[in-house]
């Protein structure tokens, strides 16, 4: 029987539809594994020895004399830290210089290497850098928003084969966000607490939908998820800025993500996915009713009309088989 | 020089980086054209012969003994009639049955038509139809939202290649359509208009995105489109109810859809689209403040994960750019 869920954050709707369902594992792509593919592509501007294709780094962490992870700036970004973020009208529409800072992470040096799978060691290192970029970004008197994303193959939006996710330093606070944490504004000035937190505790209590949990964090399917296998990795401890994650912390989100990403990998064939790691305005203090996370969706359906029109999303795989699917599948 | 735009109803911001930008021309798909397939398909419910294959038709129009236009049950509805639309909690959380009423228009007998190629008239019977079903929808006292759609190739969701349309009624009304219309009751009360209206008096002075212009309907890019090539129609009759439109009306969005669809079909070669007709919730009366349209939007990009986190589209290809290559183009 088809339902309706809210999502208990946005209020939006989704329709959970599992008589159209494939079953999670026919959702598992026919494609070339990554990891398949030779380590060094000579023409690749992230691969060693090609350095003077990007600019400068912003950021190295080094092993000997070599770079194991470099972060640069966006030869091709959308936003230029040279412009100036000045709202002009034109006409009776608004407008501004694309003022913004753009820098890739480059994850590793070997092109065929993926997060999911590189060693734990390396996906702390990542981590810890999008801590370290996320908060010098944040010190920039024109950014009030620094978002943190990964997209992973040509499905997810990204033509370059190398390991690597970005990070965007922007002036605006879109009402996509704004809108968010309007509604949590509501729910904390009338219940008295995080919603996310109350969220997080009523799926702990559910259970059904939770992959794993560790002592900080816990990965989980969420009750009105949008799309096949679309998971959340929540901190248990309260905060809104990302760049709060302790060194503890660090380590064990390095092995709660690596291990999704590693099931998601064997079980899925290596599917296409974005993450973005949300995280409260930069112009904003600490906040009470807004809790930073980490959102991953598997590029394996198409949003078409309806959800354009609509904002409703049809969600053919109940998340409770998702989560039970992803709990199943051993990847220690 | 990349630059910050906003969406004059929603606020949301769009970056416009043409830096990155292909020439319009570079998004023409290779592939082979819809038109050179069979014109029937014996094992396509959709096709004559296999009428039995579907729920029986809600409406037809028919030539001759003949029908050329058929409305059915979609039989893989991710809603359903017979379900109950009250909600229901699951501890914290809100769900409720997933009633709802999803239709299919088959728009033509031949199996490899599309709006694009089929006559006026034809165009002018699928547009006739959504009307007197989204009338009939409406009156359901269940149902609070009509969103007619059309996915067009496989980008664009859909794997059935005979021409066809979509409406879905559903009770829910979701954030994302009360969004708009909260921010345009703020506009209407703040200033005393419909800020729909408004952006049409300002698109049509600044005259530069505007693709044709008629009697009744203007046809254009707007300012903050979000993607390449995402256009509007906009009635210049303001009714925030699209079943308000009438005879005369009618011929003309015929007219002009048809002649925009066939500007895409040659300028950047049949492309995927999805397109959706917005108009206000059934539940409400005649509205000031909201006002009807159709939007198209061109399956050419994909939208990534800084999208995804922050709601914020980079269009690399200026409006101006894309309706100067639309107007161009000759399919008289």
């Known amino acids: 029987m088809p339902q309706f869920r809210q999502n208990f ?6 329709i959970v539809a599992p008589e159209r369902a494939k079953r999670p594992d026919q959702f598992a792509k026919e494609h070339e594994q990554r990891a398949k593919r030779a380590v060094h592509d000579a023409n690749c501007p992230f691969c060693p ?3 003077d294709k990007t ?10 004399k070599s770079w194991r992870l470099r972060v640069v700036p966006n030869k091709f970004a959308a936003v230029n830290p040279d412009l100036i973020p000045k709202r002009e009208p034109v006409g009776k529409f608004l407008s501004a210089e694309g003022f913004g800072i753009a820098e890739v992470i480059i994850e590793n040096p070997l092109h065929n290497q993926s997060l999911a799978t590189m060693p734990i060691d390396f996906m702390r290192d990542v981590l810890k850098t999008y801590k370290e ?20 193959g040509p499905k997810a939006g990204t033509s370059l084969e190398h390991p690597h996710s970005q990070i965007i330093a922007t002036p605006v606070v879109p009402p996509h966000v704004r809108y968010l944490l309007q509604q949590a504004i509501l729910y904390h000035d009338t219940y008295g607490n995080c919603p996310h937190c109350v969220m997080l ?3 702990l209590k559910q259970k059904d939908r939770i992959i794993f949990e560790g002592k900080h964090f816990v990965t989980f399917c969420s009750f009105a998820a949008r799309t096949p296998f679309e998971t959340r990795i929540f901190p248990k401890r309260h905060s809104s800025r990302f760049d709060s994650i302790t060194d503890e912390e660090l380590d064990e989100l390095a092995y709660a993500l690596r291990t999704l990403l590693r099931k998601l990998y064997a079980g899925l064939n290596d599917p296409d996915y974005n993450f973005v790691i949300s995280s409260s305005p930069t112009s904003d203090g600490e906040l009470h009713y807004e809790h930073w996370r980490l959102v991953i969706v598997p590029k394996l359906t198409t949003p078409a009309g309806f959800e354009i029109g609509t904002g409703v999303f ?19």
């Open 201 to 203: 505790e009523e799926e």
């Open 9 to 14: 954050i946005t209020n939006e709707w989704v």
């Open 133 to 152: 970029r996320y908060a010098a970004l944040a010190t920039n008197e024109h950014v009030n928003l620094v978002t943190i994303f990964k997209n992973h």
């Open 55 to 64: 600019p400068p780094a912003t950021y190295v962490v080094n092993e000997g």
């Open 314 to 332: 049809i969600n053919t795989v109940p998340p409770e088989d998702c989560a039970k699917f992803l709990r199943d599948i051993n990847v220690e």
């Open 49 to 51: 020895g090609n350095e």
